[in-house]
């Protein structure tokens, strides 16, 4: 029975008997950036080239490859989707036998306008073989709500259960949200007869979601009795990190292949089809030629799932990193005050870019401690990094002075205080003008959250890399990192935290205990919890009424911020979208 | 025939005959503020109290009064939606005779939830009357575009095409964004019988918008072939200002009565009803009260459409003026440079704030223009507000000072420049921490797209009022608000736009003119046109393609920028959602 026979058997809605072994099916876990078409591009046909040579009879691309992921208002403009839907047929144009399904924009039905005006676009899966686009799918359920507005883009597809012919096995591909419903199209595609689920992903990290998508999709490739590749978009993208992690699932939901995590990988397994003889089902062909031979090759040993601290450290690394390197930047500076905020981060810095592309500056004052200068000394030699020191008593002194007839200077109060933390960002934005570096900014979410940090003060910089991490978490971070050998100073992190803006001056002068504070924002920032709610929890009123107020009334200051890298499931930032003018008092 | 007889009968689906003449709609075209449901419900009740001593049929109150528009992610807080619908019901135990339609947030069916796990609410308009809940409508079309994010919120209505019975007249009732499509639910509502369509709103003014609204409004009135009602909001919210404009359309689409704009008023129109007997439809009973006997009042004069530039003014005025009040600032601070755009914002904030509230700072340095501080003394005595000279040189002095180890001062390029704008920038918010007020940033939208501005430096601040004003419009503004006499120095008008950073520096060293900046970034920003099409339309090549890159090279300061007043059709803010890390190049 020759190939094509069996196939137009398969496809005439009879039973048929055929007992396929095993699809292979190579999925390229890749690093892409928003809006460049052609670099994207080059990385796709790469990867295409290499699945050709692996005989791979699919090849998984991430979501919206082609423009990368979220490219957010460049679908608004017509020339990009242009641009987009040309890259898409030069790359359609260098497929071969191999099955290549990527992602890209696709223009709905060409008289679809929203109420702005603009073509109603869809998030699309294009299916590409022998020189052609062979089919689109759309993706179904958008999702709009924490950092996703994909109702603002596109246009939500409208046949969730197609399925498509890879030679002789019927596929059905889906696109990242699409699976994260029990009955989303994923399950119609199953019930219309797949042998395969296939679902590609711009799925950004944050903790714990790599164990929580492991265990959701076991339960779809068990509910739906078939096989299931997820294949995930890996690297940074201003606030996002997309952790990769791509997994493939036998159709028993026992786990049978998982990606490593913040890493590229290419990688194929040979998917078992399952035993029973498939019935013929409706499917677009979409190449008609035969499977592999022979037994499938075991795939190779999963990667572990990483710790939860060693993850959210790796995110940090790669969203700084790719940040820095997809920017253009040639190294980052680093205000080092001898606390734990600044050597954490130059020390993730260091690990993301290498320590020649790290330069920390000290910046003492008349209020410094001596551990200030000492203590970042010790940092930056552990590190292996460019080190000055810079004194702001200048300019710190030249405020006061053309400040003096403004005010009569009795004691330091918040406005000399913020006078010095300025004066530092001004430095280091004026080494990164003469020098090309990118300032990080070293403040964390404890001090994000109420507002107890500096505007273009400490606040300053491109990247706030701690953004999204309590001060309690800053702390397992070093102390992780510290594992084999001192690297972040003991004496930083043992030492009573302070701005060293006053004399004496200490964190706790200002604020509740770091541990009883980050316990309240978590309730009160990532659970949206009321104040009663969280009283309720156990805590005194009058804390957490304060550390609310606090909260709200730093919005402004959270506004003007950096992007900083999302780790949790309520980041500072597109996340959390609260208004500055807010007159709402828990009471 | 007893009122509730006669009632009986209409509502009994058969036809009637009862000519009533008029219904008397009362308008609280007020300025609430998001989040602070004590003073809104202070409001609302005011208007009650009023609405029935005016003997109104109906009450018509802005879309989310309750709440404040838009209240954001504070609609995921539970709790908040909680006291929200609390407050509604207060609020319902004071409503009398008079039927009060008012915005609040209601709770979907009670298990619907979305992803993220919130409970999903509805945008809602409760219907009040006798002390009770009569009824309540939820909005079915949601805007998710622009400055709006309504479906990361709400559910969408279901119901389209109820109607209500208020003294024995069937109203459609609807909110905001429902009449913006020509079958929407008014349309439903119309076909359905109703007498009156009454639809409240929140709709944020951008130039052109009020004589957009208008005719669409004239347009669904005659389509409708009855009365038409439309109420909205005043006052300003962090980016938007909402310009009240509130209209009452006859049956023929001709405009009965047009409020004014950007300026709160209660008033009432006897609306005449359609002349022919209605049928009796289905309606829910709100109230079986008797309508006014006699003749309809007429209504008062029109207040007339404000011109596009005086528009624009007021929108700033007011969009400032509530920024500052509701954020509990006592007054501001402003940079004066001697430049039009300094002068133009200083006179904004005294037209919002008064001249007592209003502290004018000249910052000379050694690359200062006599003109500046001498131009800046001059508006200040113009605007009879307190002005004073600081001098930055102590502190750019200590800067160059503390860096001379760091880097050989040749020639000042962009390091020093930056440096003396943050001097600024410092210099202003000590004066902010010191003394209380918010600092106004002064840049403009042509400087903002363009990124010809300084991060922590010109570009600090609380607020950017001309943000989304083009430099070609600041001109506009500044000669309109000159027209009865100079306010704004005519020096400063007249002068070469120059940053004083350096020795004889001017704009037009480093941009091209502004009218012609203007007219390629009115394309490129708010037109989404790309680089071809707007060579296309007479452009040259190069400066387009400049233009571009510098727009996309600047997005991560415009993300660090402070919130200004949206003008346009898509203000650099909320609105614009383009990546900082963007490969995009066209070309």
Redesign the interface.
Known sequence: MTRSLWLATCLSWLPNLCNMDFLRVACAQINL?????A?NAARITDAMAWAEDVQADVLLLPELAIT?Y?????V?????VT?NIATLHRIAAQAGETTTVVGFVDRSGGTVR???G?SRVHNAAALLQRGRVRGVYHKVLL????VF?E??YFALGQVRSALWEVNGVAAGVSVC?DI??DDGPPADQAAAGADVLLNINGSPYHRGKGEQREAMLADRARAAGVPLVYLNLVG???ELVFDGQSMVFAADGSILYRAPAFVEEMFWVDVPLPEEGRSGVEATLVSGGDLLEGDPEPPAPSHPQLSDVASVYAALVLGLG??VR??GFAGVVIGLSGGIDSALTATIAVDALGPDAVWGITMPSRYSSPGSVEDSRALAKNLGIRF?E??????????I???G???DLTEV????Q??QA??R???L???S??FGGMVVATGNKSEMSVGYAT??GDM?G?YAVLKDCYKTLVYDLARWRNRDGEVIPQATIDKAPSAELRPDQADSDSLPAYDLLDAILERYVEG??????IVKAGFDRETVARVARMVDANE?KR?????GVKITTKALGRD???????????G
């Open positions: 950036t928003v809006g460049d078409l670099g990368g979220p490219p957010e208002d460049l608004l403009r017509d020339g990009f641009e929203d109420d702005a603009h999702p709009n709500y924490g507005d109702d603002r949200e994260w419903v940074g993208q201003d790719d940040y997809k920017n000055d810079i004194s702001i008593e200048p300019p710190f002194t030249g405020f002075e053309t400040l007839t403004e005010w109060d918040v406005a000399e913020n006078l300025r004066s960002g001004a430095i934005m004026a080494l003008n003469k505007l273009y300053a491109g949206d919890a009321s104040v009663a709610e402004y506004r003007q911020a950096p992007p959390r979208r609260l208004p500055i003018t807010n007159g709402y008092r828990e």
